[in-house]
């Protein structure tokens, strides 16, 4: 299995700053040069596939293809079951090209009415080599949507998202606190621990 290593360049397939912030944060301690698409002018390709899997893949190897180096993506959403599991691979699309994500939770809020809110986010991450090789992870957090939203940390639909055996929503957590549970954070554990040799 190829592996990660301090010093090696990683490009991440992102123009979402607050997804650069918190990949940055969790992959601090491995000493890898860290990039994103955004900031070397590298459009986002036109998200054409059904799945988070099928998305994660096409941004990583696009990036990785026209940087030459390797490249994450993470393709995340949120899946509410009363709603057909939309919003799904269009989350970040309900927020519109202004990323109004204040709209997009009022709509999944009108949406569900007296619908059950059982709800949980998705993120798989892929992993895409210039030679064309590649590798997905992907991990879940279960919850419940309430409203109004609460909190102001965090992004996307984070304040009205309270994880399992908890009370608050993920915008009242600091960035520690929602580790615990985050779908990114699991998903990024089983990241490091094949490719960059955590233990």
Request: proline share 5%; net charge negative; charged share 25%.
């Amino acid at each position: 299995m190829l592996q990660l290593k301090a010093g090696d360049t990683l490009i991440l397939a992102t123009h979402n700053t607050g997804k650069l912030e918190e990949i940055q944060t969790l992959l601090s301690p491995y000493g890898l040069h860290i990039n994103c698409s955004g900031n070397l002018n590298i459009k986002e390709p036109e998200e054409t596939e059904d799945t988070f899997e099928g998305n994660a893949l096409l941004k990583a190897r696009y990036t990785a293809e026209k940087t030459g180096h390797v490249s994450l993506a993470d393709d995340s959403g949120l899946v509410v079951p009363a709603l057909g599991g939309m919003p799904g691979i269009y989350s970040a699309r309900w927020a519109g090209p202004d990323r109004n994500f204040a709209a997009a939770r009022e709509k999944v809020h009108a949406l569900l009415d007296d619908k059950p809110r059982d709800a949980y986010f998705v993120c798989v991450l892929a992993v895409a080599w210039p030679d064309g090789s590649s590798k997905i992870f992907k991990a879940e957090s279960h919850g419940t949507l309430i409203w109004p939203a609460r909190g102001e940390n965090g992004f996307g639909y984070d304040s009205m998202f309270i994880p399992l055996n908890d009370t608050r929503t993920y915008g009242e957590m600091t960035k520690v606190e929602k580790a615990q549970t985050s779908h990114r954070v699991k998903a990024f554990k089983m990241f490091e621990q094949e490719l960059l040799g955590r233990i």
